[in-house]
């Protein structure tokens, strides 16, 4: 059951079978007549007027209390790429699932017919009053950053880009536990990110923010470096302060040396043993990408890695942005955050490491549905 | 209990409780890593490639086999007028579960933050890809024909605006049967319909579709007629297949010698006892405008009135939309209809009208909750 191909088919037959995963359901009783003047006319008006008069109630009296968007634009779905809105839905109602089983949040999910820039952030603003939060999601950089950005300035609920952010709270926080395993500072650490991305991205600013001063980035086309003019906006942004040695080359040389490479590239199999035995002793290996990791975890560990961490669920240290996205956008629903801040992310990465009281080589990170998560997650974000 | 106050009183209260009148749950399991591998990564990969390669099959394996989207503009609301996207909220929560209740339909409310027809319409083409249908909801005339022609056109799933169309249905299915209980047919009645915005519009078309000859309009200024400059558009083509005689004047001038007053116009109380008394013997009266009817019940009934209507609850012959959204859209989604054409509206008002065997007076619908209705209105829409 746990063969690839068994999981594939049985996914595929159990959502024919679920027709959808969501279901919409009144928490109002409708049996009589009496139930549907209160919940609906006459009754009702009494709530819209209220509404009129005072906007901020409809945080008391309507979804708006307890929902989240989950908006994606369909171009960079899970590692499968471009597919567009309609493939990109059972994703984005997955992620609502998630959503409900572990927060209590009842978010729906939203599939747009576009993928330029100023209509997608016309739309979101557009459909944004029913909303409490807007999760963006599986939308391809760098138009994510320049999505989310104008956002948080529009809207006056949190936007968050969950494979942005979320990832880099997970990243973050399972770093913080390999190197207390290892018994290192990250201020002590070379770190190298595979992947200027959405993901690649994020986690390098959350690194440097936790005090990360060795970080370099790599992308498809070599090590990150400020002044090459070749960069787009975000990454040059990310060049400027990474890298300080002004390094150039390749993957394979940014590794010579390192501590910690931290791989979000899309590219199976990049990091090869030869390359880890160049790393300082006892690197920590985080390969993310799915369905396949920049190195299989056993060809890792062979070559001296002290701690590995994959995205896959059939491996030890798990790396799922399921630890982080239910407490975040619990914790800002429940203390009406406007904005999601660095230092909320920062605190929430903490917390989130702390639920593991003694971190060990292959158990650096909580499961996935442990209960304890959303709730320390969320008390970091208020 | 149903005294209007108390009704308001309580509706604020349990919507405070309720904290939001819907909630989005999962369909799917989640209780161990086994059931996320398949709702969610890596299974649900499969389903993504699935739809990528053939996008039918998004309308059996997600959630757009079973959903609508009840959208609005905000502005107007119930008969409260232009309160914006927040205030509306609640009656399109209220909507929603209504059609979960009649329908089990997973509807989710869309509040916009614009009233622009070109964003309006920009906007809910690229949300459409996650629904089944569309339920245009509370938009005002002129500007709501335009959004749902247009719309109809650019979309492969339906659109209907329920303020002209359910209205329309169940207004036509009373007619049927308070002309079966007064022994006329329609061909031999002169018709006022009262408000030329949504509904009468709508109304007026569905009477025309089902064989009324002689109908005659009128709104605030006076009796619409085919010719008059004044006109817009919607209303310059409603003229033109009606009031065959050119009759000019005011709503006094129209109700001499008619059969049936229709009331869609807002206008509370605009209808006296001596106008009823100038229209024919035993005459039908639909005072339809919430809250207040274009004229009370026992004031009607006292002036000769055969059969009356209203929108309210505490009155006999209760017309509300409810007796025709959850079917139509029902059928709609079951027979993967495209467009819900003005015969499949037609059908649908007959067998509304067929639910009651033997009509009477006071007992022209059915009730609102009354199981049989869904299944006989979705029947006729294929």
Redesign the interface.
């Known amino acids: 059951?746990?063969h690839?191909m068994a999981?594939?088919?049985?996914?595929?037959k159990?959502?024919?079978q679920?027709?959808?995963?969501?279901?919409?359901?009144?928490?109002?009783p409708?049996?009589?007549?009496?139930d549907?003047?209160?919940?609906?006319?006459?009754?009702?008006?009494?709530?819209?007027?209220?509404?009129?008069k005072t906007?901020r109630a409809?945080a008391?009296?309507?979804?708006?209390?307890?929902?989240v968007a989950v908006i994606t634009d369909g171009s960079a779905?899970?590692?499968?790429g471009n597919?567009?809105?309609?493939?990109?839905?059972?994703?984005m109602?997955?992620?609502?699932?998630?959503f409900?089983?572990l927060a209590n949040i009842?978010?729906?999910?939203?599939?747009?017919?576009?993928q330029d820039v100023e209509?997608?952030i016309?739309?979101i603003?557009?459909?944004?009053?029913?909303f409490g939060a807007i999760n963006l999601e599986d939308i391809a950089a760098p138009r994510c950053f320049e999505i989310e950005g104008r956002l948080r300035s529009a809207l006056s609920i949190p936007v968050l880009h969950d494979d942005q952010h979320g990832t880099a709270v997970v990243a973050l926080a399972a770093l913080i536990n390999a190197l207390k395993v290892k018994g290192e500072r990250i201020q002590a650490c070379r770190i190298v990110v595979c992947g200027a991305g959405a993901a690649g991205t994020a986690i390098t600013n959350l690194l440097v923010q936790y005090g990360a001063s060795d970080v370099i980035v790599v992308d498809r086309h070599g090590i990150l470096c400020h002044g090459d003019r070749r960069l787009n906006k975000p990454m040059a942004e990310l060049a400027r302060h990474t890298n300080r040695q002004k390094q150039v080359g390749k993957l394979i040389d940014a590794l010579i040396g390192a501590d910690v490479f931290i791989g979000v590239s899309g590219a199976a199999g990049i990091v090869t043993a030869p390359m880890v035995r160049t790393m300082n002793p006892d690197p920590i290996i985080f390969a993310l990408s799915?369905?396949d990791p920049e190195i299989d975890p056993k060809v890792a560990k062979n070559a001296g890695a002290l701690i590995v961490a994959t995205?896959?669920?059939d491996y030890p240290n798990q790396l799922n942005n399921?630890l982080a996205f239910p407490g975040v956008f619990r914790g800002a629903l429940d203390h009406q955050v406007r904005t999601i801040t660095q230092a909320m992310l920062l605190a929430a990465a903490k917390r989130l490491a702390a639920c593991i009281h003694r971190p060990t080589r292959t158990r650096i990170l909580p499961?996935?549905?442990d209960k304890r998560v959303v709730t320390a997650v969320a008390s970091a974000i208020r």
Do not use: Q
């Open positions: 059951m746990n690839p999981i594939r088919r049985r996914s595929i159990l959502h024919k679920w027709g959808g995963k969501l279901e919409v359901r009144s928490k109002a409708i049996n009589n007549r009496r549907l003047s209160v919940a609906y006319t006459p009754g009702v008006a009494a709530v819209c007027r209220a509404i009129a906007p409809a008391s009296m309507t979804i708006k209390k307890n929902s779905v899970l590692g499968l597919l567009g809105p309609l493939p990109a839905l059972p994703v109602e997955g992620k609502c699932i998630l409900k089983k009842d978010a729906f999910p939203i599939c747009l017919d576009t209509e997608v016309a739309t603003k557009h459909i944004a009053p029913v799915n369905p995205g896959r669920s399921v499961g996935a549905l």
